[in-house]
């Protein structure tokens, strides 16, 4: 017995499933593959896109990866610290005698003959217990190129450490303790009224670290009580002046003004007579009677005094010169000038006075 045919007067909407006809399912709407809507909001039909799950909350901590363990340098681990260095046998020694509590430490390099050469600063360095590094020629040099940088001294002029004369040694050495004008000026009106008289050597815009270092060595066998000199345009402390030095910087006070003029002021103030070197002179300083505190000025190797500088000073003398040359290296005319200024003011000194009955 055959089946009844199927009666086509039933809705489409009335299947169980809710399908179309022949089974198929609804078309989905337009969209990317798998029937997701899109929209240039996000992933959910006109809306913006869902957020992460800790955009709401503290994001989660990250795990700090440990780094690397450093390596031990050859040259012992010196990093560039705030201070300098000290070169040479002979300036390392007066700084030890001078000022060894400043020495952080001595840097050795180790060759055949240095025990011998540098017996005496050794034994200054276990007297007064100071760490001593025996290193290798590349160490050595390794941490001596620490201080230096880029090889530039501070009056910029390109320094080349293989032409450097060393000899060998050098201590790491802390900065000094350097007064201010005020103190100058205190420590200088205080000599006066003691009938002292004393020298002060001032430095007008010289650049070159070389003729700086000069000038201290200066200072230093002339007896004057510091160097005045200013913070910009000039020289300041580098290995390179305290090669030239040869450890007048342990003994010799540096200090450092923002106006020359004003730091003349204070000294003349506590009753020195500032005394500059020009060529403009009327007389030289062979005609000149140092017979008062003096601060003796210098100016820069290429201008000389300058005109404010110059207005500022009390005298002015000259160095004669014989030959086709105008002039002298601002160093070796501190030293001439400087010495018989020096000359003259011990003569005038209450002990010399005394002996010589003057």
């Not at 055949?112 to 050595?140: T, W």
């Not at 030095?245 to 204070?266: K, Q, R, Y």
């Not at 000149?288 to 000025?297: D, H, I, Q, R, W």
Request: hydrophobic share 35%; proline share 8%.
């Amino acid at each position: 017995m055959s089946k009844p045919p199927r009666s086509s007067s039933r809705s489409k909407s009335a299947r169980p499933n809710g399908n179309t006809a022949f089974g198929k399912p609804p078309a989905r709407p337009p969209g990317k593959p798998g029937g997701k809507p899109t929209s240039r909001h996000g992933n959910k039909p006109g809306g913006r896109k869902t957020a992460k799950p800790y955009a709401t909350g503290p994001k989660p901590e990250r795990v700090a990866e440990r780094p690397a363990p450093r390596r031990k340098p050859l040259d012992g681990g010196a990093l560039k610290p705030n201070g300098s260095v000290v070169m040479g046998r002979n300036s390392v020694a007066t700084l030890l005698e001078a000022s060894p509590a400043r020495v952080r430490a001595l840097v050795v390099e180790d060759t055949p003959g240095s025990a011998r050469r540098l017996n005496k600063v050794m034994d200054q360095c276990r007297e007064h217990r100071i760490r001593v590094y025996k290193l290798p020629r590349i160490a050595f040099e390794q941490r001596l190129q620490r201080w230096w940088g880029d090889g530039d001294d501070e009056g910029g002029a390109h320094i080349d450490l293989a032409q450097l004369s060393h000899q060998g040694v050098f201590a790491e050495v802390s900065p000094k303790a350097q007064p201010s004008i005020y103190e100058l000026a205190k420590r200088y009106k205080a000599a006066i009224e003691q009938g002292e008289k004393p020298l002060v050597i001032a430095l007008d815009k010289v650049t070159d670290a070389r003729n700086f270092g000069a000038i201290l060595r200066v200072a230093d066998g002339v007896g004057a009580m510091a160097v005045l000199t200013t913070s910009r345009h000039s020289a300041q402390w580098s290995p390179a002046v305290g090669k030239t030095a040869s450890g007048a910087e342990a003994t010799v006070d540096v200090v450092t003004v923002p106006n020359l003029v004003n730091g003349l002021t204070e000294l003349k103030k506590a009753g020195g007579w500032a005394i500059g070197t020009s060529d403009a002179a009327e007389g030289d300083y062979t005609q000149f009677a140092f017979n008062a505190p003096t601060v003796l000025v210098m100016g820069s190797e290429d201008k000389g005094l300058g005109q404010v500088v110059t207005k500022a000073c009390d005298g002015l003398v000259s160095i004669p010169m014989r030959g086709a040359v105008s002039s002298l290296n601002v160093a070796v005319a501190t030293a001439v000038v400087a010495y018989a200024a020096q000359h003259q003011l011990s003569q005038c000194s209450p002990t010399r006075a005394g002996e010589g009955g003057h």
